[in-house]
């Protein structure tokens, strides 16, 4: 009965699959975090595997701080238009107009950390009870012991101390009114495991993730994009180089990576040639060794 | 193609377990520069004159402090020939818990020994979970060889030592492996210093066990999860029932039986996606539509009229509780199995279970965080159920507190 195994790619399918069934089921009100990002996009296309000929049961729901990638929206809007799924839009400049949240300043300013007040605001008006998001635990330290379904208390606060036990494949989603989970279905999945699914199935990406000419400045070490929202010190001069992104974060935050690769097979050649880790260029995770998971407790993604 | 395997590591305090995780990833080149030029620099803070590869799991902050794992934390890496997930769970008694996690899920369990200790009452423990769990495969690392000179003698006596003690286990596949994970002799790359050892190195064990049958491929069980009803004018009538196959192999044509309400019907089409498939098995997700309109609802489970699971109100099983607040008689929780819940009484605890010495400890009222026990519980509506021997997903089940809805224990039916 050899043949009856599958490959780990179809394994992690099928695993993340029957995640994102669980959370349709157990919750009356999900959605799934979109950042635009590949690893957003692979479950947004996983959601739709899991319920075609049906459509995605629940809204993608993008927490726009104002400074994204012009390619990340342009996607964003094809995506959604794609999938015929309801878009929902929580607004970090809203956050700030309205007082919610304080905009940083300095030359290293950045909305990242202004997100998980319009995160929280968004998941309580529209009382949403599951909020999936791409996460992996093989980015970043704090997150290896994160949980499939990981709960929030009312504060939407994480709690490293007190996560409920996971066991086989028997997901507990069970609490009180108030909270709400995060769920993370593509979990036991890596970097190269992403862009393997992403070549096997044919999924379109944003154009950033693929090799181009931009002009960008180098600071400490980082390739940042020029634009509207990154603050230029005295002595640093805009030059054009060939890069590409490896995360699509911010665009004052997120840092490029020299490549030629203007396909998907090169960039999974690169990725697999590659010594450093994608989170290696974003400048949020280098603010102390423990950022993410100071991040994470306050309900951070 | 290449296979997943996922596998656990237990180990004692300094058993260098952190240190052979760490050796696995940086041997096989799945450690990224960054990751390590930020344990070099640790390293160089704490004053060690090596490069200390356990600080590589070691990942949050408490912990750090600390300077100990104290949950399950999960770890990727892969080689040309397979991907590997480590749950890597502490080892100390008060973890149990956390070992039973980590176990529930794997298929192969790392088992670490100390060649200057031989055989601890930690072994035991860890091999005795790993047992009740049933994880299919288990690999002895006799670890530490450096420091015994590595002496072929002392390797074949813990081995000998390990063969009397697993006999009694319920394990059939274990391997043995000297190793220093400290200096990586024979985790990747093979050791000069130990001619004597004609076996494999673990990695390559890693690469090789012959998972293929862990899966129950016999027993035809198909949990509903979610009813698929598109209700768009192209598919009016389309009514799927979702699910992940949790054993056996189901074709399009098998005559299936719907429980609990025991309607018979034929499998129309097997769907996943946009594709049409002939078979499905173990564990594939797929859609599943019947040729007849039955009701039926995410807790009822497909099965074969000639082979389908027992159904009882009645249930025995093996128990870990998991919880500070301790279980005691009659009282009441939610009991979810498969996608399954319905609310269950303790009705006996038959005995407690010394898992160091594997004695039984009868007329116990209580159990407390991280006892294991054999139990009864009397459920409110019958379960469809196998025994966990049988099938490790429709054999196992946990209970939910009522009031707090913490996941407080993990059993195993017999």
């Not at chain 1, 230029?232 to 490549?259: H, N, Q, Y």
Request: aromatic share 10%; hydrophobic share 35%.
């Amino acid at each position: 009965m050899s043949q009856y195994y599958l490959s780990h790619l179809r394994e992690l399918e099928s695993e993340a699959i029957y995640i994102i069934r669980e959370v349709v089921a157990q919750f009356e009100r999900p959605a799934l975090l979109f950042s635009g990002g590949k690893d957003s996009i692979v479950l947004a296309y996983l959601s739709r595997k899991a319920f075609y000929p049906a459509r995605i049961p629940f809204p993608l729901v993008h927490i726009d701080t104002g400074h994204n990638f012009p390619e990340t929206m342009e996607y964003r809007d094809w995506l959604v238009n794609e999938l015929g799924v309801r878009l929902v839009v929580g607004s970090v400049q809203e956050s700030i107009d309205k007082g919610r949240a304080k905009e940083e300043t300095g030359i290293n300013a950045s909305r990242n950390a202004l997100q998980t007040v319009t995160l929280l605001d968004t998941i309580e008006q529209n009382k949403f009870d599951a909020a999936m998001g791409g996460a992996r635990r093989d980015e970043e330290k704090a997150r290896a012991k994160e949980r499939f379904f990981s709960h929030r208390d009312e504060f939407g606060q994480w709690d490293p101390k007190n996560q409920r036990p996971e066991l086989w494949n028997i997901f507990n989603g069970r609490k009180h009114l108030g909270e709400h989970f995060r769920v993370f279905p593509i979990s036991n999945w890596t970097e190269m495991d992403v862009w393997q699914y992403l070549f096997a199935e044919n999924i379109s990406i944003p154009k950033l993730y693929y090799s181009h000419k931009r002009e960008v400045i180098v600071r400490d070490g980082t390739i940042l994009s020029t634009s509207p929202y990154l603050k230029l010190k005295s002595d640093e001069k805009p030059i054009e180089m060939t890069v590409r992104f490896r995360t699509c974060g911010d665009m004052p935050i997120t840092g490029a990576v020299e490549s030629d690769a203007d396909t998907m097979e090169k960039i999974i050649d690169e990725v697999a040639a590659s010594r450093k880790t994608e989170r290696g260029t974003r400048a949020d995770d280098k603010r102390g060794e423990t950022a993410m998971e100071d991040r994470k407790k306050s309900g951070y993604f | 193609m290449n296979q997943l395997l996922r596998f656990t590591t237990a180990g004692s305090v300094d058993d260098g377990k952190s240190t052979l995780i760490g050796r696995l990833l940086f041997d096989s080149k799945s450690i990224f520069e960054d990751q390590l030029e930020a344990v070099q620099a640790s390293s160089t803070k704490k004053g060690f004159d090596y490069v200390d590869l356990s600080l590589l799991t070691d990942g949050l902050r408490s912990e750090r402090e600390q300077g100990i794992t104290i949950d399950v934390a999960y770890r990727y890496f892969a080689t040309p020939k397979r991907k590997f997930i480590i749950a890597d769970t502490p080892g100390h008694i008060q973890y149990t818990r956390n070992m039973v996690t980590g176990a529930s899920t794997a298929n192969l369990a790392l088992i670490l020994i100390d060649a200057r200790k031989g055989l601890i009452e930690q072994t035991f423990r860890h091999s005795f979970l790993a047992s009740l769990l049933k994880i299919p495969h288990i690999i002895v690392c006799v670890n530490k060889m450096d420091l015994v000179d590595y002496k072929e003698e002392v390797y074949e006596k813990i081995v000998e030592d390990y063969k009397a003690f697993s006999s009694k286990l319920e394990v059939h596949d274990i391997q043995f492996v000297p190793i220093s994970a400290l200096l990586g002799d024979n985790v990747v790359n093979r050791s000069e210093k130990m001619d004597w050892y004609q076996g494999a190195t673990l990695l390559h064990m890693l690469e090789t066990v012959h998972i293929e049958s862990d899966y129950n491929h016999i027993d035809s069980r198909f949990p509903v999860q979610y009813v698929v009803r598109p209700q768009t004018r192209d598919h009016q009538d389309f009514r799927g029932y979702a699910g992940r196959v949790a054993g056996g192999i189901f074709r399009v044509g098998d005559e299936v039986l719907v429980l609990p309400s025991g309607f018979t019907s034929k499998i129309k089409t097997i769907e996943f996606g946009e594709e049409m498939l002939e078979e499905a098995f173990a564990p594939m997700s797929v859609i599943i539509t019947l040729e007849d309109e039955i009701d039926i609802s995410r807790g009822d489970i497909i099965a074969k009229p000639t082979n389908h699971p027992e159904s009882n109100q009645d249930i025995e099983l093996m128990l870990c509780w998991m919880n500070q607040r301790p279980m005691s008689l009659n009282s009441k929780y939610y009991l979810r199995h498969t996608s399954r819940e319905t609310k269950a009484v303790l009705k006996e605890i038959t005995y407690k279970l010394d898992i160091s010495s594997a004695k039984k400890i009868e007329g116990v009222e209580q159990l407390g965080m991280n006892d294991i026990a054999r139990i009864k519980l009397r459920t409110a509506q019958p379960l469809e159920f196998d025994s966990y021997r049988k099938n490790r997903i429709t054999g196992s089940i946990i209970l939910v507190d009522e009031g707090t809805n913490e996941t407080v224990a993990a059993g195993m039916i017999i």
